[in-house]
Structures are given as C-alpha cells and as structure tokens.
T-cell receptor, first 113, second 113 residues
Framework: DQQVKQNSPSLSVQEGRISILNCDYT??????FLWYKKYPAEGPTFLIS???IKDKNEDGRFTVFLNKSAKHLSLHIVPSQPGDSAVYFC????????????WGLGTSLAVNP | DSGVTQTPKHLITATGQRVTLRCSPR?????VYWYQQSLDQGLQFLIH???????AKGNILERFSAQQFPDLHSELNLSSLELGDSALYFC????????????FGNGTRLTVT
C-alpha cells in the first residue's frame, strides 16, 4: 500500500519552461515533506522541504506547494534546465521521534535543450 | 559530495553467502539510516540508528542486521543471500534538528548470482 504516490513515472519538458512534479499522500500523520533529486550512480540529494504547517516554500528556481486538504504536493522548477534531468523522489515524514520517511517511487524528469 | 561514505561501491557474491556493507556518516551526524532500492521499488527503509542505538525498524528481513559503532560508523550485514537481495543499498545520515534532511551516500550495488 503506497502511502506516498508519484503517479507520473516520467516527465519531459523543454528547457526554459516550467516542470511540475506531483505527489499524493494518504496519511494525515505526516508532518514534513521533502523532495530529493537523484542522478544515476549517485545517492539521492536533498532539494527542498516543506512543513505541514506551511503551504509554500521557495528556494531559487524550486518551489514546493502543499495542499493539505487534498493531501497533495507539487514541486515546480522554473525555468527548467538540462542539468535538472534526474529522478525526483517525494518523501513524507511521520511526526514523532523516529522521523521515519516514506518514499514515492520517483518521477524521471527529462529537460530537453 | 554529501559527506556520507559507503563501501564497497560494488559487491558480487553467490547465493547463501554473507556480506557486510559499511557506512561512515557526515561529520557530526548521529543518525544513520539504511535503505534498499530494488529495480521496481522505491527506496525501502530498513533501519535507523541514533548514537549507537536502534531507533526504528522498517522492512528489514531477519537475515539482515545492522549496528552503529561508538565512532558512529554503521554496518549492514546481509546473510543467507538470495537472488532477490540484489539491489542498491543506501546509507544516509542526518543531524538532530527536527527539519534536518537525510544526506545519502552513493550506495553499494549488491549483485547476488
């Protein structure tokens, strides 16, 4: 049972345009959401996060939006660059001491020059 | 460079054997997490250690065990290996802050033949 779902396995966008990666979750006990980027042969790299008490967090070209009522979050990359081509993972963290993360299966983003 | 070091990078072994994967966390990080990524699966949480003590267990098989040593490095032991254990094994570390993200190593690719 996937508690964190990334329904699009892949996404292709043109350089300079906006990339929107989506993530849905089912558990109301998540208190933190994170996005990671992964290049081949490397470990995932932290990109941006958002607390459940916020609805938006921005860091340069990356913005994460959280819609708690819909249990949905999205990562916007503007403008997209070829170097952004990677697999993007959404992760949700349980509130509490162990801070266990539940991961989506990832979305492979290809930014075409 | 995440600061998390995993060795070896690649491991090829036969069914029934036992292997040990090693992880050195980022300097100052007390938490170490182990994850498994199989071909069709996302990142599956295995186990979390904090300052030498086990904090949380995920989908870790009884054939697998882990420990964190006084110098904070961690080892993941996989025994009675099966073909299905072939996967990428990632280690991650994090600081103590509630919003501290995980920092991942580049993984150990285990192939069981």
């Amino acid at each position: 049972d996937q508690q964190v779902k990334q329904n699009s396995p892949s996404l292709s966008v043109q350089e300079g345009r906006i990339s929107i990666l989506n993530c849905d979750y089912t558990n109301s006990m998540f208190d933190y959401f994170l996005w990671y980027k992964k290049y081949p042969a490397e470990g995932p790299t932290f990109l941006i996060s958002i607390s459940s008490i916020k609805d938006k967090n921005e860091d340069g070209r990356f913005t994460v939006f959280l819609n708690k009522s819909a249990k949905h979050l999205s990562l916007h990359i503007v403008p997209s660059q070829p170097g952004d081509s990677a697999v993007y993972f959404c992760a949700a963290r349980y509130a509490g001491n162990n801070r266990k993360l539940i991961w989506g299966l990832g979305t492979s983003l290809a930014v075409n020059p | 460079d995440s600061g998390v070091t995993q060795t070896p990078k690649h491991l090829i072994t036969a069914t029934g054997q036992r292997v040990t994967l090693r992880c050195s966390p980022r300097s100052g990080d007390l938490s170490v997490y182990w994850y498994q990524q199989s071909l069709d699966q996302g990142l599956q949480f295995l186990i979390h250690y904090y300052n030498g003590e086990e904090r949380a267990k995920g989908n870790i098989l009884e054939r697998f065990s882990a420990q964190q040593f006084p110098d904070l490095h961690s080892e993941l032991n996989l025994s009675s290996l099966e073909l299905g254990d072939s996967a990428l094994y990632f280690c991650a570390s994090s600081g103590q802050g509630s919003g501290s993200p995980l920092h991942f190593g580049n993984g150990t690719r285990l192939t069981v033949t």
